[in-house]
T-cell receptor, first 115, second 107 residues
């Protein structure tokens, strides 16, 4: 079984540019999550998809961040325009069920550096 | 108050030591609890689920106290390979992570 895959693994962009991160969850996993960890801080929830619907996007920091999951398969997270404070590691995770006893399977993360 | 709070760490222990991590959570409606391990520059990986009755997996023991909203992880006979950051994770409908506790096991 292929795990959660994320692309790219690293991205270095200048302030003001746009970056799109991609996540392919484990096949059959309806739940897809985006998290990020900025330097020295805890992993923070960004949003949660159930299939193609946004279940919870309360963690999205501002309207420069746009997440989509068309067709309920892979997801993209676009940052436009990027700011310095957006630098960090963006993790995607998927699970079969929501909530109880449904551990997350994480991708390797995308390390974003905004200069 | 943060949703999930952990011991600040870091913990530096010798091989063979027993070390315990604590975690408290604020949402009494939380349903599931986990400990994840994250190695440097890697993704978090599930270490173990935490059940109300307490559970053990080899050298690792996890306990949950719902009344006190408290979770613990005990590592016995620490190995060098246990060095990592340990993340307490609490779920209601979504997972919330603690800041993590850094453990370094030294020879």
């Amino acid at each position: 079984e292929a795990g959660v895959t994320q692309f790219p693994s690293h991205s270095v962009i200048e302030k003001g540019q746009t970056v799109t991160l991609r996540c392919d969850p484990i096949s059959g996993h309806d739940n897809l999550y985006w998290y990020r960890r900025v330097m020295g801080k805890e992993i923070k929830f960004l949003l949660h998809f159930v299939k193609e619907s946004k279940q919870d996007e309360s963690g999205m920091p501002n309207n420069r961040f746009l997440a989509e999951r068309t067709g309920g398969t892979y997801s993209t997270l676009k940052v436009q325009p990027a700011e310095l404070e957006d630098s960090g590691v963006y993790f995607c995770a998927s699970s079969t069920r929501t909530g109880r006893n449904s551990p997350l399977h994480f991708g390797n993360g995308t390390r974003l550096t905004v200069t | 108050r943060k949703e999930v709070e952990q011991d600040p760490g870091p913990f530096n222990v010798p091989e063979g030591a027993t070390v315990a991590f604590n975690c408290t959570y604020s949402n009494s409606a939380s349903q599931s609890f986990f400990w994840y391990r994250q190695d440097c520059r890697k993704e978090p990986k599930l270490l173990m689920s935490v059940y109300s009755s307490g559970n053990e997996d080899g050298r690792f023991t996890a306990q949950l106290n719902r009344a006190s909203q408290y979770i613990s992880l005990l590592i016995r006979d620490s190995k060098l390979s246990d060095s990592a950051t340990y993340l307490c994770v609490v779920t209601n409908n979504d997972m919330r992570f603690g800041a993590g506790t850094r453990l370094t096991v030294k020879p």
